[in-house]
């Protein structure tokens, strides 16, 4: 079992910044890949980025450029550092992890808003 406690969330104007950190605890030793979902009202969920544990990353077309993803040697945290951001941007965030058994974990949401 991993669990996943995102933080970050929060309102902000277009053009500004946020980072989003995810906690994950338990058996962090099976992960083998972490990242970051959204999901807007009436949208489907959707991969924004994610981190190997060799470090390979890969972003949405959407969000290259202007997201970042990156995560503690250990495992035991991720981080998304979102600039740029736009009204689009807008959608509950969900960490996510992948493991070597082929379980997919999921973190609460977290909420990320921007408005003028």
């Known amino acids: 079992q991993v669990q996943l406690v995102e933080s970050g969330g929060g309102v902000v104007q277009p053009g500004g910044s946020l980072r989003l950190s995810c906690a994950a605890s338990g058996n962090i030793f099976s992960i083998l890949r972490m990242g970051w979902y959204r999901q807007a009202p009436g949208k489907q969920r959707e991969l924004v980025a994610r981190?190997?544990?060799?470090?390979?990353?890969a972003y949405a077309d959407s969000v290259k450029g202007r997201f970042t993803i990156s995560k503690d040697p250990g495992n035991n945290a991720v981080y998304l550092q979102m600039s740029g951001l736009k009204p689009e941007d807008t959608a509950v965030y969900y960490c996510?992890?992948?493991?070597?058994?082929?379980?997919?974990?999921w973190g609460q949401g977290t909420q990320v808003t921007v408005s003028s």
């Open positions: 996510h992890v992948y493991n070597h058994w082929k379980n997919d974990y």
């Open positions: 981190i190997s544990s060799d470090g390979t990353t």
